[in-house]
């Protein structure tokens, strides 16, 4: 897999809405940040896990995100839900996640607020309309100007928290909707930016599918 770089192609770090040079965030960068992510398990699974984030660092999560899939079942929400005190008493010794009892029981109580939105409508119908089903086009040059919260954000947040949710504040959100492809936020001189904005057809497309028939 090839690296991407920002102006100096031989540093072998990666400059874009963040600068690392750690292979784990290169890849996470290259496969995953920003692409459009309308699968609404998919989309669970990473809500959850930027809610795990909370207080520490994003590649803390990301190392552990294997673990966090065998503990909760590949985060299907069916099976999460019939999890009791001794599976969190359980997975609260379990070194592979953030042991950590309001986390755990978070995702539990998350799957059980994604049930009742499912029995309405597709959570990524639910949460794509957020942005009015369509990706936020950014135009960030440098990482000072890339956001931590917006209205759309503000507006996630305050509606999963009235569902049930919980982790879910405003920059979590934000940062989700930058992971899930809501928002474009790589840098203008990112190879990935220019990538994505060439898909912007096909994704529009794919995302008008998600509007409530009227």
Request: charged share 20%; hydrophobic share 40%; glycine share 4%.
């Amino acid at each position: 897999m090839s690296e991407y770089v920002g102006n100096d192609a031989d540093s072998n770090e990666l400059s874009c809405a963040w600068k690392t040079s750690d292979p784990d965030y290169i890849a996470y960068h290259n496969e995953h940040w920003g692409r459009p992510v309308l699968d609404s398990q998919e989309l669970f699974a990473k809500l959850c896990l930027d809610g795990q984030q909370a207080g520490l660092s994003w590649i803390t999560i990301l190392r552990k995100q294997a673990n966090y899939e065998k503990a909760f079942y590949q985060f299907d929400p069916h099976k999460i839900i019939q999890m009791n005190d001794d599976d969190v008493q359980r997975l609260m010794q379990d070194k592979g996640i953030v042991r950590n009892k309001l986390k755990i029981n978070s995702i539990i109580k998350n799957a059980k607020a994604y049930i009742e939105i499912e029995k309405n409508m597709p959570f990524s119908a639910y949460l794509w309309q957020f942005t009015h089903y369509q990706v936020i086009q950014n135009t960030c040059a440098t990482s000072a100007e890339v956001a931590v919260t917006s209205s759309e954000s503000d507006a996630m947040a305050k509606a999963l928290k009235k569902a049930g949710f919980s982790f879910v504040g405003s920059t979590i959100c934000y940062a989700f909707m930058q992971a899930v492809g809501m928002v474009n936020d790589h840098l203008t001189t990112c190879p990935r930016y220019a990538e994505l904005l060439a898909q912007r057809e096909l994704v529009d497309e794919q995302l008008q599918l998600l509007r409530p028939k009227v």
